[in-house]
């Protein structure tokens, strides 16, 4: 169900360009934004200048290019990744050069033979570098600038050794296709790099592996304190390093088949230059194989450019120079500033018109003020932080959170209490399920449900994410509110899917319909989305007969009735509107009626601000986070309402004393509770007897007791 036709504003305005773009700068893979313009724009540069770039048969030059360098770049990636360097990558590729060549030529071995030892002598020399450096503890750079100077003798003692028998070519058609081979006008080189640069990239962010590189990469010592061994990840890059050097040598012997000892000479700088294009950092922790590619294809295009307009090939490194200087200092600026202007673009304001305004002062009316609310008993005082809501159980406990992310027992109204669970987050809504179990509402966690002897299970922390969305929505990140359908379900308010729980403040200056109202299924385990775009969805109530919930809406100032069940099943109903304050938990009474607490009160002032996104958006960029204009949140009061939304009679402290901000009222055995999310108490008064029903409000709604507890009310069910 969507919910944004609430907030009376056009279609239109739920769209927001600047709050796009500020969800597109705060996504990871923006990182690879300036490689990728570099990459685009010198194409369209050379397009234009160099003659015959865009011929097939360039483009399938520059494919088998990216094929073989690429695989270097990638192995090489893995290893800057884990916090490595790998200066040997050239050489390691020239050494497989010539074990694939000896290996077909010499020993008569198959091409894929040959090709699947080339391979293993890559890992054999990957297995080196990383036994010397993850085993032994020798510096990176200098152990692979010598295995470098190593390998590359190496590759200079074949050659001498192999050369005569080197000159026999035997005929072999698989040895071609590997070389020369296309499918359609792809090389089999770039087919093969691009499934392994598919395969690599999901291992590298999805995968447990990539998740462990990327931890040692980023903090070797808080990876050890996580469990992960960075010795072993390190040792994995290494040999992953090696296996990639060996393929791109196996490409380059069926390709060129050169004897040379010069084959593989500079690789090592080529493929270095094309990482950091791509925007890997030498430091650890941070690039992907998918930005590395960008600058492979960055090199691999100003390779061939060199050679179409016959240029001198120092040229071909003075082009290298000035790309990686231009990406340098393009990376820079755009790091730089891209966090900036992701957080002026994440604010942008909507309009409301919260209707007239009621008088409060006024005589003769369900809403003058009254102090029924100041001779309230304290419970737990100075020994609460922030009980927002507070719930009593079969024997008379008395139960509350804290904003220190306790759950606080009182055995009764003059016990001291004690910490009955600690919940990580801030627990808010509480309600309790048909097995006595206590339900959470924990900000910044979830849904947390807690058994009686203190255990917790969190059943509720995320849900899918919004396939068309930018940002990931898939969190609970501010659930307040619950509670308990017949079937077991259970409703609960997340007021932001945008903000954390403890941001509130932006989310009330923003007023925008961030929030949604979420169902926990018991049969399936999972959490599904009952209303979407929802303005502060905040009170969560389920109605008396258990076919709909109510829901207090705290910055539109309204509550709704959202049918769970029956022929309106899906369906928003406007219960109350325009009310004179901002609404907050709701509760049922005992006599088949609801209790409504209010946080705050609505003046005319921050009325007309509402309607002012311009003013609120200046407020955001320059003020401080604690001068910012805020709903007026001194002066609250309780309300009696009907099922069809009539106030009955309303409880305020006049003097503000005691209850200036009440977010939760709950009745019990007479007596009503009062939680307040800045209090340092809870409260409790007693209620005159023609207030109080039959019913028991604990019982879960639609239930044979509660159906029964309704007919002796006189409620229609």
Not at 187 to 210: C, H, K, N, Y
Not at 478 to 485: G, I, N, R, S
Not at 584 to 590: C, K, L, P, T, V
Request: proline content about 4%.
């Amino acid at each position: 169900m969507d919910a944004f036709k609430l907030t009376g504003r056009p279609v239109l305005s739920r769209f927001s360009i600047g709050r796009s773009m500020s969800d597109i700068l705060s996504r990871p893979w923006v990182e690879g934004a300036v490689p990728l313009m570099l990459a685009a724009g010198l194409f369209l540069l050379l397009t234009v200048s160099t003659p015959g770039f865009t011929s097939p048969g360039t483009q399938v030059i520059i494919a088998r290019n990216i094929g073989e360098i690429g695989l270097i770049a990638m192995g090489l990636t893995i290893v800057l990744v884990a916090g490595g360097i790998d200066l040997s990558v050239g050489a390691m590729a020239g050494v497989a050069n010539f074990v694939a060549l000896i290996a077909f030529r010499v020993w008569g071995l198959s091409a894929l033979e040959a090709v699947a030892l080339a391979v293993l002598s890559g890992v054999l020399m990957g297995t080196v570098n990383g036994a010397l450096i993850a085993g032994l503890k020798t510096r990176p750079f200098v152990t692979t600038l010598v295995t470098l100077m190593t390998y590359r003798t190496l590759v200079q003692f074949m050659q001498q050794g192999y050369a005569d028998d080197l000159i026999n070519q035997p005929q072999d058609t698989t040895w071609k296709l590997l070389g020369a081979g296309r499918i359609g006008a792809l090389p089999m080189s770039f087919i093969v790099f691009l499934i392994l640069l598919v395969v690599v990239q999901l291992f590298l962010t999805r995968g447990r592996w990539g998740w462990r590189l990327l931890a040692v990469g980023a903090s070797p010592k808080s990876a050890r304190r996580n469990g992960i061994s960075p010795e072993w990840a390190k040792f994995q890059s290494y040999v992953f390093s090696g296996a990639m050097c060996g393929l791109a040598g196996a490409f380059m012997a069926t390709r060129q088949g050169s004897t040379s000892s010069n084959v593989g000479s500079g690789l090592e700088l080529i493929a270095l230059t094309a990482v950091v294009l791509g925007g890997v950092s030498l430091a650890g922790g941070r690039g992907s194989v998918v930005r590395a590619t960008l600058g492979v294809a960055i090199v691999a295009m100003i390779s061939q450019a060199t050679l179409l307009n016959n240029l001198d090939s120092s040229w071909y490194v003075v082009i290298l120079a000035v790309a990686l200087i231009a990406f340098t200092t393009l990376d820079l600026r755009f790091g730089k500033y891209r966090g900036t202007l992701a957080q002026k673009l994440a604010m942008n304001p909507g309009k409301l018109n919260l209707g007239p305004l009621v008088d409060v002062t006024a005589p003769g009316t369900p809403w003058t003020i009254n102090r029924r609310l100041t001779e309230a008993k304290a419970i737990g005082l100075g020994r609460v932080e922030g009980g927002e809501d507070v719930v009593i159980d079969r024997n008379n406990n008395i139960y509350c959170g804290d904003r220190r992310g306790w759950i606080w027992r009182f055995e009764g109204p003059d016990d001291e209490g004690h910490v009955f669970a600690r919940t990580g987050g801030m627990p808010l809504g509480l309600a309790w399920d048909a097995e006595d179990n206590l339900l959470c509402a924990v900000g910044g966690i979830g849904l947390v449900r807690i058994a009686p002897d203190g255990s917790q299970e969190t059943l509720g922390a995320q849900t899918r994410k919004t396939w068309h969305k930018i940002a990931d929505d898939s969190l609970v990140r501010a659930a307040d509110d619950l509670d308990v359908a017949p079937d077991g379900s259970v409703y609960f308010s997340d007021f932001s899917s945008r903000y954390q729980a403890s941001e509130y403040v932006a989310e009330i200056l923003e007023s925008r319909p961030n929030g949604r109202i979420l169902r926990w299924d018991p049969a399936r385990g999972n959490v599904t989305v009952a209303a979407k775009n929802y303005s502060f969805p905040n009170g969560v109530c389920t109605a008396h007969d258990g076919e709909s919930i109510l829901i207090a809406a705290t910055l539109l100032c309204r509550v709704d009735r959202l049918w769970i069940s029956g022929p309106k099943a899906g369906q928003i109903e406007t219960v109350m509107a325009s009310l004179p304050g901002y609404p907050d938990n709701i509760n049922r009474a005992s006599d088949g009626n609801y209790w409504l607490a209010f946080a705050g009160m609505r003046v005319p002032a921050y009325d007309a601000l509402m309607r002012h996104d311009g003013m609120r958006r200046r407020a955001f960029h320059e003020l401080a986070a604690d001068e910012w204009p805020m709903p007026q949140l001194n002066v609250s009061c309780v309300i009696k309402f009907t099922e069809s939304g009539e106030v009955l009679n309303s409880l305020w402290d006049e003097t503000l004393e005691n209850h200036s901000l009440i977010t939760s009222v709950r009745e019990h055995d007479g007596h009503l509770y009062i939680g307040g999310l800045q209090n340092n108490r809870i409260g409790r008064i007693q209620l005159d007897p023609s207030e109080v029903g039959d019913i028991d409000v604990r019982q879960v709604p639609g239930t044979q007791r509660a159906q029964e507890d309704l007919q002796k009310a006189g409620v229609n069910a």
